[in-house]
């Protein structure tokens, strides 16, 4: 058995997408994806990127994906790698692709001077806990993650356009 690393590519959106869905279905938020695959393509291979992809191959077959981008910690003074996504079909589960993946992240945070590399996990998630506890990974107790989106977002973005008007 061969475990491989690759970037992925434009020509990669629709395994990609097939990945996020399979993710969305592990966690049970299957309803929750509402991505247009060319806006995706777009945002991950268009003139921004927004974030890189790579994906995890077992014998020339593609059976996971990592999905990343960089954050800033105004602390270190350096950038850090943010972990969005990384799933591994579950019949490949057990191989060490998951450690492949996080390992080859971890190399590129090394490489590219980051201070860390950190993800967010559901805490229902008893399997993946355990296994990121096991590569050295610890809780970040006293941090809360916060949201805005939707209607709350746009409310919130519409307070900027009020503050340029009184200026």
């Not at 690393?5 to 869905?21: Q, V």
């Not at 299957?30 to 995890?56: N, Q, T």
């Not at 860390?116 to 993946?128: A, G, K, M, T, Y």
Request: hydrophobic share 50%; with cysteine.
């Amino acid at each position: 058995m061969t475990l491989s690393i690759r970037p992925a590519t434009r020509g990669d959106t629709g395994l990609i997408a097939e990945l996020i869905r399979a993710l969305a279905e592990y966690e049970k938020l299957a309803g929750e994806v509402r991505f247009d695959e060319a806006v995706l393509a777009e945002k991950l291979f268009g003139a921004r990127p927004y974030a890189e992809v790579v994906i995890g191959e077992i014998d020339g077959v593609a059976q996971g994906f990592a999905l990343f981008f960089h954050n800033f910690s105004t602390f270190e003074g350096k950038p850090g790698i943010y972990l969005e996504d990384l799933f591994v079909r579950p019949e490949a589960r057990g191989s060490g692709l998951g450690k492949a993946l996080l390992s080859h992240l971890a190399a590129l945070a090394v490489e590219r001077d980051c201070a860390r590399l950190e993800w967010s996990v559901l805490d229902w998630n008893e399997p993946s806990i355990g296994f990121y506890k096991a590569l050295g990974a610890r809780f970040m107790d006293e941090w809360t993650v916060m949201r805005v989106d939707g209607a709350a977002l746009t409310q919130l973005g519409a307070g900027a356009a009020t503050l340029a008007e009184k200026a």
